[in-house]
């Protein structure tokens, strides 16, 4: 009945090519098979063919192959049940049908005996490096390495705490006299010019207003061009000199009321005596203004480009179809001035000119202007006040942490920095990374998260894309795409794709960008502490020449995570501290002098400049990123 089984003396190992073992099995299942088929009204003890006969795989490679091994137990037990199955129909002995399967005892675990091979596969060890060196294999590690940061950490939380004592002030005026500081003279002045940029606000959409006002006068020229059968060319060329006036007389007052909105609230700061806060608030208050208003005056001169050439398709149209009708007014009738389609949720130009369109978008958690934002539906009351609560707790906290690791080793870095100690100032600068780190992921979860999702809820915007996984980037370039959207896209869309679109290449252009964030770095940083010193400037131009280096580094390694790891150490670790150290140190000698700084360096983390510098320190961490460019 078929093919024979080769036989095995008991407990005996014979070595057969594979070939061999395969056609055995084959031959053991067509037999068996063949026996429970000539008995169908049996019941349903079938032997499983699996279990008819074992051949295990050694994990040892030779020269030939690999061996095989045959072992005789399963094998009789196949036979036993065969045996039993053509005799009396598949039962096993003493029992019947169905109960010789419930009654059949259940292996627990695996069945080994003296002979059952352990090594199987060829394998290497796990802490090999593996294309499949999966992070959940080695989890243990980095719950072990989390131990480890947990414990390093409390213990510097308690070595400062026994070192300076608890600088926390839990006296709630003192909070209020820090963050407002309004007895001064020029705090107050300070606070009041913050809602005053409002009014540079007003003065672009009343620019804008005029702008479209020329517009009509550019379409009543049309038509009384027209009627007097001004040849075409001549007829083009006069209205694209009028627009050229017109959009260079709407570009100076927009270049004038701009530069003022950036230049008079830095001005007012640097002149006046205003503590440190009221100072970084407007001087941030102005930035984001300046931007804004640029965004807002850029896309306003893009619709009524649009508007002029959809209306001069117009009336081209309509004149080759011999049914023009010389309205001063024609092809901003049938669609948007724009050329959109009209709908009635859609804001198309000019209806976008009012009051209630600017005050949104000042207040929108963004820096592109665009005629229509998508919304949400509801607000969410319990939502917005989760993220009202953790804010207050989160300033809180950063305050906290400046106060009480931040300042102190700052303050012990003077020392060093003033003496040219290289290895002592290499060594406060990696003691100084810990906190600062600490401090700044805190202020980004603080203004991007929880602040502008505060925005956010309150004006129902829909896009709260504010940031993505920059703590996954492998290259400098990368973070810069991922960590500030809001400005990411304001560079792009603002500043380096017109320059793209007038001939400027890719790389220029890029350095353009670099040159605008760097700006814009050393003006939040620099005008607040009354010293444009140039650090944070040059410390953003030198991201240029560093992302070239990352992405080459990135593709000679081919591994994001080795570059992860160089953009934390380069960028977190050394390039954040180095500039906050430099700013204190410029800051205090400005404000108490150089015997008073070589005073707070002898005195490391005393009392002498603890005061003063309490302010910067409030402040100072989340003014160095606040503003970031986008890198391509």
């Known amino acids: 009945m ?21 056609a055995a099995t084959a031959a053991l299942q067509r037999q068996l098979s063949q026996q429970q088929s000539a008995v169908p009204d049996r019941g349903a003890a079938a032997v499983p063919p699996a279990a008819a006969l074992t051949y295990s795989t050694i994990g040892q490679q030779q020269q030939g192959g690999q061996a095989f091994a045959v072992t005789e137990q399963p094998a009789a037990a196949a036979e036993t049940l065969a045996a039993a199955a053509a005799s009396g129909g598949g039962e096993a002995p003493g029992l019947a049908g169905s109960q010789a399967v419930a009654a059949r005892p259940k292996p627990k675990g695996l069945q080994m005996d003296g002979a059952s091979p352990v090594h199987i596969a060829a394998k290497d060890s796990i802490l090999t490096w593996q294309d499949d060196w999966g992070v959940a294999r080695h989890e243990g590690l980095l719950n072990l390495g989390m131990v480890v940061l947990l414990a390093t950490n409390i213990r510097l939380v308690m070595s400062n705490i026994f070192m300076y004592g608890l600088r926390l002030n839990l006296n709630p005026a003192s909070w209020v006299a820090a963050v407002f500081a309004v007895a001064s003279g020029d705090n107050l002045k300070t606070w009041l010019a913050i809602p005053g940029c409002i009014l540079f606000s007003g003065a672009a959409l009343m620019v804008e207003v005029l702008g479209w006002w020329l517009l009509q006068q550019e379409r009543k020229l049309r038509y009384e061009l027209n009627k007097k059968d001004v040849a075409p060319k001549q007829l083009q060329k006069e209205l694209a000199a009028k627009a050229a006036s017109h959009e260079g007389l709407l ?59 959809k209306a001069a398709a117009a009336i081209a149209a309509a004149a080759a179809a011999e049914s023009v009708d010389q309205s001063p007014f024609l092809g901003a009738a049938a669609a948007g001035a724009d050329g ?57 906290l950063m305050s906290f942490m400046q106060v009480q690791f931040l ?82 896209k304001w560079m792009l869309r603002t500043v380096f794709f017109p320059l793209i679109h007038a001939g400027v290449g890719k790389y220029r252009a890029m350095l353009v960008v670099f040159f605008v964030s760097a700006a814009l770095h050393e003006l939040a940083v620099g005008v607040p ?42 960028f977190c670790v050394f390039g954040q501290p180095m ?33 003063a510098a309490a302010s910067l320190a409030s402040t100072g961490a989340a003014a160095i990123n606040i503003v970031a460019p986008a890198a391509r």
């Open 2 to 22: 078929g093919d024979e089984l080769p036989s095995c003396e008991p407990g005996s190992v014979v070595q057969k090519e594979p070939e061999q073992a395969a």
């Open 251 to 309: 570009l100076a007052l927009h270049i004038l009321n701009v530069g003022c909105s950036l230049v008079l609230p830095c001005a007012m700061v640097l002149y006046n005596e205003a503590t440190l806060v009221p100072s970084f608030a407007l001087t941030f208050t102005s930035i984001i203004t300046f931007m804004k208003l640029t965004s807002y005056a850029h896309c306003n001169i893009t619709l009524r480009k649009h508007a002029r050439n």
């Open 340 to 396: 959109q389609e009209t709908t009635n949720d859609a804001v198309v130009y000019p209806n976008n000119l009012n009051l209630g369109d600017m005050g949104y978008y000042l207040l929108a958690p963004t820096l592109t202007y665009q005629l229509n934002f998508p919304r949400s539906k509801v607000r969410r009351p319990k939502l917005l006040l989760k993220w009202v609560g953790l804010l207050l707790l989160t300033a809180m």
């Open 407 to 488: 300042l102190p080793c700052m303050q012990s870095s003077l020392g060093p920095l003033r003496e040219m100690n290289l290895l002592a100032f290499t060594e406060r600068l990696l003691r100084l990374s810990i906190p600062n780190l600490a401090v700044w992921l805190v202020m980004f979860y603080l203004v991007f998260h929880l602040w502008l999702n505060i925005l956010g809820e309150l004006m129902l915007f829909g896009d709260r894309t504010f940031y993505k996984e920059w703590w996954n980037a492998a290259t400098l370039a990368d973070y810069w795409k991922l960590w500030n959207i809001p400005v990411h």
């Open 529 to 570: 502490l009354r010293m444009l010193r140039g650090w944070a400037f040059w410390g953003m131009m030198a991201q240029v020449p560093l992302i070239g280096l990352t992405e080459k580094l990135r593709k000679r390694i081919k591994s994001d995570s080795l570059g992860n790891m160089m953009f934390w150490a380069s």
């Open 579 to 611: 500039c906050l150290i430099l700013y204190y140190h410029d800051w205090l000698l400005n404000n108490i002098g150089m015997q008073g700084l070589a005073q707070a360096a002898a005195a490391g983390a005393g009392s002498v400049a603890t005061a």
